[in-house]
């Protein structure tokens, strides 16, 4: 450069000069931009420190939540009936996806699921969106294989149910989210449900969250135990048998309570439909409700044992009292009260061995309203027992006004109760009178061993003395003799005390009674130390309605496998008379095909009842309404499956009786 500059006459101090000056300039330069540099990260470090600093933390530190374990529930024993154990959950970051509406159809083909509702939910997230919740060993292995980019896997607690169907109404089931929805995971959500924790994390490049100072202990976050008074193996029993008795009689529903009557700890509360709380999708609609505890129904003859010792402990009556049964039909008013077979004269302990509705409602006649009302409350009727269970029911029990009121009581018509109702009034009568309160929870005990809850036999009342007890006790045995109702619950080993019960439902439609049946047995054994009280329920029985016919036999049933298990020796007066005598085999009773109406109204003159001819051949269901002056019309051929007008009701002489015809089921 210099040769040229040379060449073009610049002398050299010229370019001395000019080179100086362009080294001043660059210099200059670069202090002004070493300066601008130096401004700008003072106003960084300095002046916008705080709020650089609270981005940086916003983009890579997160408060992550750690969700709690839910605690366990258990039996008696110590059985595991509910868990929670740890599942992946599949996600999604739809922005990493490069073909999203081919890993959602892939996804969804593989998992099972609704393409559209899956695509409708990703869409929604723009980096997260959750594919499938809570998913199986096998679903996992088969994503897996797909090998498809922007899945992730979360662990969260799912409920697990050991016992599938075992008690699931009790229990009750868990939701989604974890919190329970019905039983007592609903009734203890807050002490089963522990407490999630939330911990400090940053996320890496590839937005994986990492925990800073480790995962906290699973004892922080661990709900509490809940132990139950429930025996697994006493339920599964009554489970058992309850499927039996409703299957063989073609029922629609049936329940069963186990009662301990010397603490009031329920052993069993067994329902039929059930399902299985580990399948919460399958569940078929109205299954989750507990009707043991929380559904109210008309008792039937049941109740008659609590009007007779009502009656004795008043002294309104005494044993050897004798009552005219009127051979099966007494006017009330303007109506009739019917027995099943008919009877003469009978003392109390015939009438609750028969159970004749004209001799209760006579004993409830000397007992008188307010005795009535007394007897109730005594037992525990029209008061909720107390469980745990959200909705118990507590019944009805109204004031006997009118005539018939009094006479339909008596039989256990005209009021409500529940199943844990009814057991709990038996078990006061095994208990030498003393009503416990029942009670399901024993304990809720907390991670670090604190009892949170205690349950404890409590004594609710005196109902009755221990005489009135022990007497009605020795009268109850009288109904399963072979001249009882209910021969078929008689134990070779076990002496047993009962009660059988035919209780028409009422028709909330019509405001009267249908042609429709509630069949139970109320059973106490041994009768002579009395250790359980099981009440078996049967609803729309279509085989038999007796109680002793249907409900009975589960009974039989359960005692036989409770007993030995709890270690209950058998009874010394059958042992001592099996001695002497083979005991023989339980006699069959001839029942009659269908129940008569306990209370008709009085017939008018010129009207007849119309009969129940359901189940009858065509030819005989023709005969029966002729001789009753009554003019039958038939559709289709074979048995009569539904009558119109009802059996019961009043027409006039001649009137016209629609029978439908049909090949039995």
């Not at 149910?161 to 019905?182: I, K, S, T, W």
């Not at 022990?470 to 078929?488: F, H, I, N, S, Y």
Request: net charge positive.
């Amino acid at each position: 450069m210099i040769s040229r500059l040379a060449e073009r006459g610049r002398p050299p101090a010229e370019l001395t000069r000019w080179t100086r000056a362009r080294v001043a300039i660059m210099g200059g330069l670069l202090l002004v931009a070493l300066g601008l540099t130096l401004l700008r990260a003072v106003g960084l470090q300095v002046l916008q420190r705080a709020r650089l600093a609270s981005m940086a933390s916003d983009q890579s530190v997160r408060e992550l939540e750690i969700p709690a374990r839910r605690g366990d529930i258990y039996d008696r024993r110590g059985i595991p009936l509910a868990q929670s154990v740890e599942v992946d959950s599949l996600w999604l970051d739809p922005s990493v996806v490069a073909d999203l509406p081919g890993v959602l159809r892939e996804l969804a083909r593989t998992l099972h699921l609704d393409a559209a509702e899956l695509q409708a939910r990703v869409a929604r997230g723009r980096r997260f969106a959750w594919v499938k919740r809570q998913l199986t060993p096998q679903e996992l292995a088969a994503v897996q294989r797909l090998e498809l980019p922007g899945l992730g896997l979360a662990k969260e607690p799912r409920r697990f149910y050991p016992q599938r169907e075992l008690g699931a109404q009790v229990l009750g089931v868990v939701g989604m989210d974890g919190h329970g929805l019905e039983g007592l995971e609903l009734a203890f959500e807050d002490e089963l449900s522990g407490r999630t924790e939330r911990v400090q994390g940053t996320r890496d490049a590839r937005g994986r969250n990492l925990l800073l100072e480790g995962a906290p202990e699973s004892i922080d976050r661990q709900g509490a135990t809940v132990s139950l008074t429930l025996d697994r193996q006493i339920q599964y029993a009554a489970e058992k048998a309850l499927d039996r008795a409703v299957e063989e009689s073609r029922a629609v529903a049936g329940m069963l309570v186990v009662l301990d009557p010397r603490t009031g700890e329920l052993l069993a509360l067994a329902q039929t439909p059930r399902f299985n709380p580990n399948a919460p999708s399958a569940i078929p609609p109205g299954t989750l409700r507990d009707h043991p505890a929380l559904d109210v129904f008309e008792p039937g003859s049941t109740y008659k044992a609590f009007v007779a010792a009502e009656a004795l402990e008043e002294r309104a009556i005494r044993p050897e009292d004798v009552f005219d049964c009127e051979l099966g039909s007494w006017e009330v008013g303007k109506h009739v009260i019917h027995d099943t077979h008919p009877h003469g004269l009978l003392e109390l302990a015939r009438i609750l061995a028969v159970s004749s509705n004209i001799g209760a409602a006579k004993v409830a006649q000397r007992l008188g309203r307010e005795g009535m009302m007394r007897a109730a409350r005594r037992f525990g009727f029209g008061e909720r027992t107390g469980l745990a269970l959200p909705g118990e029911g507590r019944g009805s029990i109204p004031f006997p006004k009118a005539e018939v009121t009094l006479a339909t009581q008596a039989f256990g018509q005209g009021l409500s109760a529940t199943a844990v109702q009814v057991a709990s009034a038996f078990g006061a009568l095994a208990n030498k009178g003393v009503l416990m309160r029942p009670y399901l929870v024993s304990r809720v005990t907390d991670p670090d061993g604190v009892v949170l809850l205690e349950n404890r036999p409590t004594a609710v009342r005196q109902a009755v003395s221990e005489r009135t007890a022990r007497l009605v006790l020795q009268m109850l045995e009288g109904v399963v003799r072979k001249d009882g109702t209910a021969p078929r619950a008689a134990m070779e080993a076990y002496r047993v005390a009962g009660k059988t019960g035919t209780a028409q439902k009422p028709d909330l439609v019509a405001r009267g009674y249908s042609d429709k049946r509630i069949a139970s047995f109320a059973g106490i054994v041994p009768a002579e130390d009395p250790r359980l009280v099981i009440y078996v329920v049967v609803d729309e029985p279509r085989t038999d309605i007796y109680g002793g016919l249907v409900a009975a036999p589960a009974f039989k049933e359960v005692a036989a496998a409770a007993l030995p298990y709890l270690g209950v020796p058998p009874s010394v007066s059958l042992l001592a008379a099996a001695k002497k005598v083979p005991i023989p085999p339980p006699i069959q009773v001839k029942e009659e095909p269908a129940a008569a109406q306990p209370v008709t109204e009085r017939l008018e003159q010129g009207s007849v009842s119309v009969p129940n001819v359901q189940g009858q051949v065509g030819r005989d269901a023709v005969a029966r309404l002729l001789a009753t002056s009554l003019e039958p019309r038939l559709r289709g051929s074979g048995r009569v499956m539904a009558q119109s007008p009802a059996p019961g009701v009043h027409v006039a002489r001649g009137a016209r009786v629609t029978l439908e015809l049909g090949a039995a089921p």
